[in-house]
């Protein structure tokens, strides 16, 4: 699998941490006052390979968009883990942004629900977006009909990147992924015995997470796997039972301080040749860019057993309901859509562009193989990233796999993972 995935980007430029300003205005009457002319973008993306992404959509809007000021309101963590809490408290004050990031799918839902977003489905008319989405991405946006959200970008969220040099110390061949859970599982047992204290890195919350679904995919298949989330799967079945079993296992493997870090932490033991594994979604491409991090030095795979699935997610924006300067955010959603502001973004963030007229030879290699492997793998969405499952679900999750974390106890987990997953 190696030799289809080439490791050649495109160069992150410089990254430097804008302020984080406060924008509390609310009128949008083009009376002249500056303030009026705010557009307030709510984001997690803070550093790295992500902010040099927001940064290439902000050059943009600089320039379609040259009436309004783009205000950095970014909020630092991991999947959003931080910026998700104080946007809740900013939408529940009824102080919502002129726009926000959400992932694309189920997650949208908690805020569809409670009216804190707007139908923008006029928009992909008059930006033509519905000629420009593929329909697979505009099935999953569409909820009764409408559609709340513009996105930037297509994830994959089952890679596995790994460090050749530990992988090396148990004979272990780097350029080939192990063929399924059982065969990786093998390998760690190998990586141990070589003296690898830690054959698997990852930290808290979502991380686990992913490394969680990623086992359920390969076990279970796509088909299957999905089921869980849409009712079809019975999460309570002996097939998910054994999975965790597995999971477990995996588990087993990895820092004992996987619940104080955060995914770039973990990413980090590898590159210092303290872990061999970790498991993360393809914006690790642009981080290592934007660290320095040598082509040489690591490598990456789908997660063993799952090569023939990608498992998406997509970072959208939305047009909140009574936000700042609406006007202002429809211009930063048609840029969020356009052809260039999604070339000046994923470029720079290692995801592909949700256009499917986007051209190839425009993109570095990596994104070549990707949006391929978009057009020919199995789609599958994501709960951790919100693409499978609401936020109310993911936070449920995600507090079992903490509570799992320290006991281990795949029942617990089950049990847990069978609530979460019913209809909210």
Same mark, same amino acid.
């Given at each position: 699998?190696?030799?289809?995935?080439?490791? !050649?980007?495109?160069?992150?430029?410089?990254?430097?941490?804008?302020?984080? &300003?406060a924008c509390g205005n609310s009128d949008d009457s083009g009376s002249g006052d500056s303030a009026s002319k705010d557009v307030t973008v709510f984001t997690w993306w803070a550093?790295?390979?992500? #902010? @040099?992404?927001?940064?290439?959509l902000v050059s943009v809007f600089g320039t379609e968009c040259k009436d309004y000021k783009f205000v950095n309101s970014a909020v630092a963590?991991?999947?959003?883990?931080?910026?998700?809490?104080? %946007?809740?408290?900013?939408?529940?004050?009824?102080?919502?942004?002129?726009?926000?990031?959400?992932?694309?799918?189920?997650?949208?839902? +908690?805020?569809?629900?409670?009216?804190?977003?707007?139908?923008?489905?006029?928009?992909?008319?008059?930006?033509?977006?519905?000629?420009?989405?593929?329909?697979?991405?505009?099935?999953?946006?569409?909820?009764?009909?409408?559609?709340?959200?513009?996105?930037?970008?297509?994830?994959?969220?089952?890679?596995?990147?790994?460090?050749?040099?530990?992988?090396?110390? *148990?004979?272990?061949?780097?350029?080939?992924?192990? $063929? /399924?859970? =059982? *065969?990786?599982?093998?390998?760690?047992? #190998?990586?141990? @015995?070589?003296?690898?204290?830690?054959?698997?890195?990852?930290? #808290?919350?979502?991380?686990?997470?992913?490394?969680?679904?990623?086992?359920? %995919?390969?076990?279970?298949?796509?088909?299957?796997?999905?089921?869980?989330?849409?009712?079809?799967? =019975?999460?309570?079945? *002996?097939?998910? !039972?054994?999975?965790?079993?597995?999971?477990?296992?995996?588990?087993?493997? /990895?820092?004992?301080?996987?619940?104080?870090?955060?995914?770039? +932490?973990? %990413? &980090?033991?590898?590159?210092?040749?303290?872990? $061999?594994?970790?498991?993360?979604? =393809?914006?690790?491409?642009?981080?290592?860019?934007?660290?320095?991090?040598?082509?040489?030095?690591?490598?990456?795979?789908?997660?063993?057993?799952?090569?023939?699935?990608?498992?998406?997610? @997509?970072?959208?924006?939305?047009?909140?309901?009574?936000? #700042?300067?609406?006007?202002?955010?429809?211009?930063?959603?048609?840029?969020?859509? /356009?052809?260039?502001?999604?070339?000046?973004?994923?470029?720079?963030?290692?995801?592909?562009?949700?256009?499917?007229?986007?051209?190839?030879?425009?993109?570095?290699?990596?994104?070549?193989?990707?949006?391929?492997?978009?057009?020919?793998?199995?789609?599958?969405?994501?709960?951790?990233?919100?693409?499978?499952?609401?936020?109310?679900?993911?936070?449920?999750?995600?507090?079992?796999?903490?509570?799992? &974390?320290?006991?281990?106890?795949?029942? !617990?987990?089950?049990?847990?993972?069978?609530? *979460?997953?019913?209809? &909210?």
């Amino acid at each position: 699998m190696r030799g289809g995935w080439s490791k !050649t980007f495109a160069v992150v430029g410089a990254v430097g941490l804008l302020a984080v &300003s406060a924008c509390g205005n609310s009128d949008d009457s083009g009376s002249g006052d500056s303030a009026s002319k705010d557009v307030t973008v709510f984001t997690w993306w803070a550093d790295g390979g992500e #902010k @040099a992404g927001l940064d290439g959509l902000v050059s943009v809007f600089g320039t379609e968009c040259k009436d309004y000021k783009f205000v950095n309101s970014a909020v630092a963590g991991g999947a959003g883990a931080n910026a998700k809490q104080v %946007l809740a408290n900013d939408l529940q004050a009824k102080n919502p942004p002129s726009t926000f990031q959400a992932h694309a799918g189920a997650e949208l839902g +908690d805020y569809i629900n409670a009216g804190q977003v707007d139908d923008v489905s006029s928009l992909y008319t008059e930006f033509g977006l519905d000629k420009a989405f593929p329909k697979n991405l505009l099935d999953n946006l569409t909820v009764d009909g409408k559609i709340y959200s513009v996105p930037a970008n297509v994830h994959r969220a089952n890679v596995v990147w790994a460090n050749p040099a530990v992988l090396k110390k *148990a004979n272990i061949d780097a350029t080939k992924a192990p $063929a /399924s859970v =059982d *065969a990786w599982i093998a390998d760690m047992e #190998k990586l141990k @015995a070589a003296g690898v204290k830690t054959p698997l890195a990852t930290s #808290k919350g979502f991380a686990e997470e992913m490394v969680m679904e990623a086992v359920l %995919l390969a076990e279970l298949g796509p088909d299957k796997f999905t089921g869980l989330w849409n009712g079809k799967t =019975d999460m309570a079945g *002996a097939d998910v !039972t054994a999975a965790l079993e597995k999971f477990k296992k995996i588990l087993s493997f /990895s820092n004992v301080d996987r619940e104080a870090i955060d995914w770039p +932490d973990a %990413l &980090s033991y590898v590159n210092k040749g303290q872990a $061999a594994y970790t498991l993360m979604g =393809d914006w690790v491409a642009a981080q290592q860019l934007a660290d320095k991090v040598p082509d040489t030095a690591y490598t990456y795979w789908p997660a063993p057993g799952t090569e023939s699935s990608f498992q998406y997610l @997509a970072d959208s924006f939305t047009l909140p309901t009574n936000g #700042k300067t609406p006007e202002g955010a429809k211009c930063w959603l048609k840029v969020v859509g /356009s052809a260039d502001g999604q070339k000046a973004f994923n470029t720079k963030k290692g995801s592909i562009p949700a256009r499917s007229d986007a051209v190839a030879t425009d993109y570095p290699k990596y994104q070549q193989a990707a949006m391929a492997d978009w057009k020919s793998k199995t789609i599958v969405p994501s709960c951790a990233h919100g693409s499978a499952c609401t936020l109310a679900q993911n936070n449920s999750i995600q507090s079992a796999m903490g509570q799992f &974390s320290s006991g281990m106890d795949v029942a !617990t987990l089950q049990k847990a993972l069978v609530t *979460a997953s019913k209809p &909210s």
